[in-house]
């Protein structure tokens, strides 16, 4: 990299309007800032269904409006083995994973920290919405300020080396302010939709794309009695709280008619249902959550309050939390419905983000791979 005026920064550049605008700010503030794209997904149907080169051309016109280098990394081996063998590993066990949390620690914060530290980076810069705040001893992970848009569930995995290297220009901004901002600036993706969904499967039904790389197991659906209602086609198809897709008719008895899947019970390969919304095998009281991470490398305590997300854009939820040989009980002051194994929870003491684990069982189940019909 050339020289700079305060420091060399690459910007991880996705070809959307949230990594463009960091670039612009990195610049604005004096630093030498460069640009590079990511392929992490290559499959024989890219072309069908993946915008990769739709984005890159976006990322290209973004660092021809700002005057700065665009680098091309292929990362797809290291994608592939670091990130989508875990998501189908997850699966074929029945639990439902968060590829984006894995993502972040294992390829945009290890695989493409290092690359960009080859380059001559001093940080790097991602458009994700979170703040970090800095002392002499470690790095606080902060919860953006558009709460609509705080992103630090995603990033809660990510080591303090990695953390220490990094940037985050959008987490003073709200994202009214940052299509603004690359509007104003020309970029032609200022108005670009933000992307959603699981990055590599794309426009595919979630089901025809699994298949592809899992067998089907079909198998029955029970009510929690035990009564046969259906078949289903494969536990992995399923998450847990799922009304859609069912393939089963409701009951003349039942106020309610839907069903909603409740646990499922892998030795029998049995998907376990139940009828209505509040149905209290819905929610769940607890969690047991490993693989735990601590952004400040040590927990606050033994046992102790805070909050917790055990998804995405979920408001804080008041909890406790008791450490016990690498796991950690969260215990909820009010009932969660239908906490995930697989997924994450993450937990926080007010704006800061503590750090969190992978969800392994839920309400009676036993953790370290018990299989019962609320853990998977």
Request: aromatic letters at 8%; a neutral charge; glycine letters at 8%.
């Amino acid at each position: 990299m050339n020289g700079s005026n305060r420091s060399c920064v690459v910007v991880g550049l996705s070809g959307g309007v949230d990594s463009a605008v960091a670039a612009l700010l990195l610049k604005q503030q004096g630093h030498a800032v460069e640009g590079l794209f990511m392929d992490n997904w290559e499959d024989g149907e890219q072309q069908t269904y993946c915008t990769a080169a739709e984005d890159f051309q976006d990322a290209r016109q973004v660092c021809d409006v700002l005057g700065i280098a665009l680098h091309k990394a292929n990362f797809a081996a290291d994608y592939r083995e670091r990130v989508f063998r875990l998501f189908l590993d997850e699966y074929a066990t029945g639990r439902t994973p968060n590829p984006d949390v894995i993502c972040n620690r294992e390829i945009k914060f290890k695989v493409f920290l290092d690359y960009a530290l080859r380059l001559g980076a001093e940080s790097i810069a991602t458009g994700h919405y979170a703040r970090l705040s800095r002392d002499d001893a470690q790095v606080r992970l902060l919860k953006a300020r558009d709460a609509a848009k705080d992103q630090s569930y995603f990033l809660h995995a990510v080591p303090q080396t990695a953390l220490a290297r990094a940037q985050f220009p959008l987490g003073e901004m709200h994202k009214r302010e940052v299509r603004a901002l690359a509007r104003a600036a020309g970029f032609a993706n200022h108005a670009k939709p933000d992307s959603t969904g699981i990055c590599f499967i794309g426009e595919r039904r979630f089901a025809e794309f699994l298949a592809h790389y899992l067998p089907a197991q079909p198998g029955d659906i029970e009510t929690l009695e035990g009564e046969i209602i259906g078949r289903h086609q494969g536990l992995m198809y399923y998450t847990f709280g799922q009304r859609r897709g069912l393939g089963i008719g409701g009951r003349q008895d039942a106020a309610d008619t839907a069903w909603y899947v409740a646990a499922k019970d892998r030795p029998r390969n049995v998907l376990v249902v139940v009828q209505g919304p509040e149905h209290k095998a819905l929610t769940q009281r607890w969690l047991v959550a490993e693989q735990l991470h601590w952004i400040a490398g040590t927990p606050p305590a033994a046992e102790f309050d805070c909050t917790a997300k055990s998804r995405y854009r979920q408001p804080d939820q008041i909890c406790h939390v008791s450490l016990q040989d690498g796991t950690a009980r969260v215990t909820f002051n009010e009932p969660q419905r239908a906490l995930t194994p697989g997924q994450y929870v993450v937990l926080y003491r007010g704006e800061e983000c503590l750090g969190g684990g992978a969800i392994c069982a839920v309400e009676t189940a036993a953790c370290a791979g018990a299989h019962t019909r609320h853990a998977a």
